[in-house]
Nanobody
């Protein structure tokens, strides 16, 4: 069964850093681009970073220069390094394929205090 498991969230002060991890089932991981999405209260879910099977990455403008997406092919894991966090980064963070064709996991909560 296809499964995505996110971890690494937490409470951090503005300017701090967190590293999120996503363990993905092997099949989807190998054949799809992967992405990190987030959903803040009252807002739609948005794609903030993505990485192709070949390692090419892209970011939404609001996180460019602060977030870095990477993948460990041997461990079927995708990471999101988040630096210089801002209160507006507060959200529930999910990983999924790009486009999001796989059932959503539970996500991991990121809360940035001012």
């Amino acid at each position: 069964q296809v499964q995505l498991v996110e971890s690494g969230g937490g409470l951090v002060q503005a300017g701090g850093s967190l590293r999120l991890s996503c363990a993905a089932s092997g099949i989807i991981y190998r054949v799809n681009a992967m992405g990190w999405y987030r959903q803040a209260p009252g807002k739609q879910r948005e794609l903030v970073a993505h990485i192709s099977s070949g390692g090419t990455s892209g970011y939404t403008n609001s996180v460019k220069g602060r977030f870095t997406i990477s993948r460990d092919n041997a461990k079927n894991t995708v990471f999101l390094q988040m630096n210089s966090l801002k209160p507006e980064d507060t959200a529930l963070y999910y990983c999924n394929t790009v486009p999001s064709d796989t059932a959503w996991g539970q996500g991991t909560q990121v809360t940035v205090s001012s």
